[in-house]
């Protein structure tokens, strides 16, 4: 158990819907990840959150959005849903910035589907 | 920008060795990583390697970096089933505003025949 939870764990929803995902990172750790796996692209970064500050983006849709809550868990909130958005969205947790460890504590993740 | 790279699959008999080889791009990457994602679940850190070392051995572990083909390998001695998971190399760059951020390969995806 590495201490992140995600919830859900399995979402199916309808092409042009709206969707949250919500993460709780490990106890202590400021730094909260977003990543989307899929079977073409792989793992990808989206963005990454530090004490409720926006850090850094990665490849992150503009119909996607994030944000970092007082309490330290987030929120990915995904709009107008595409069937290509269809994938495994991963929520990790650091206790830094990502610091030079690249030590990364993961969630279980959370499937979506859009049909 | 930073890529990596490695290849999708590889097949092994238990108690064989297993080698997960991947290339990565950005030369000024002070370390490189290994995780490890087992069915359902999340990726968890596996080890890593400081850009200076050329080797590290952790147990059943040895991991391979050539920093001058930017070529990195995850060798794991007497495969075991339990060891059948999707392994990822990773790579760490600066993205600024003191933050550091991941760019991982695509994963082997290891299986182990008994």
């Known amino acids: 158990d590495s201490g992140v939870t995600q919830t859900p764990k399995h979402l199916i929803t309808a092409t042009g819907q709206r969707v949250t995902l919500r993460c709780s990172p490990r106890?202590?750790?400021?730094?909260v990840y977003w990543y989307q796996q899929s079977l073409d692209q792989g793992l990808q970064f989206l963005i990454q959150?530090?004490?409720?500050?926006?850090?850094a983006k990665g490849n992150i849709l503009e119909r996607f959005s994030a944000q970092q809550f007082p309490d330290l868990h987030s929120e990915l909130n995904l709009s107008s849903l595409e069937l290509g958005d269809s994938a495994l969205y991963f929520c990790?947790?650091?206790?830094?910035?990502?610091?030079?460890?690249?030590?990364?504590?993961f969630g279980e993740g959370s499937r979506l589907t859009v049909l | 920008g930073e890529d990596v790279e490695q290849s999708l699959f590889l097949s092994v008999r238990e108690g064989d060795s297993s080698v997960i080889n991947c290339t990565y791009t950005d030369s000024s990457s002070t370390y490189l990583y290994w995780y490890k994602q087992e069915p359902g679940a999340g990726l968890q850190l596996l080890t890593y390697i400081f850009s200076n070392m050329d080797m590290k051995q952790d147990q059943r572990l040895t991991v391979l970096l050539n920093k001058k083909d930017k070529h990195l390998s995850l060798r794991i001695a007497d495969t075991q089933t339990g060891d059948s998971a999707i392994y990822f190399c990773?790579?760490?760059?600066?993205?600024?505003?003191?933050?550091?951020?991941?760019?991982f390969g695509k994963g082997t995806k290891l299986s182990v025949i008994p």
């Open positions: 990773a790579e760490i760059a600066y993205s600024g505003a003191g933050s550091y951020q991941l760019t």
């Open positions: 106890s202590g750790d400021l730094s």
């Open positions: 959150y530090y004490n409720g500050e926006e850090r």
């Open positions: 990790a947790s650091s206790a830094g910035t990502g610091g030079n460890t690249g030590e990364l504590f």
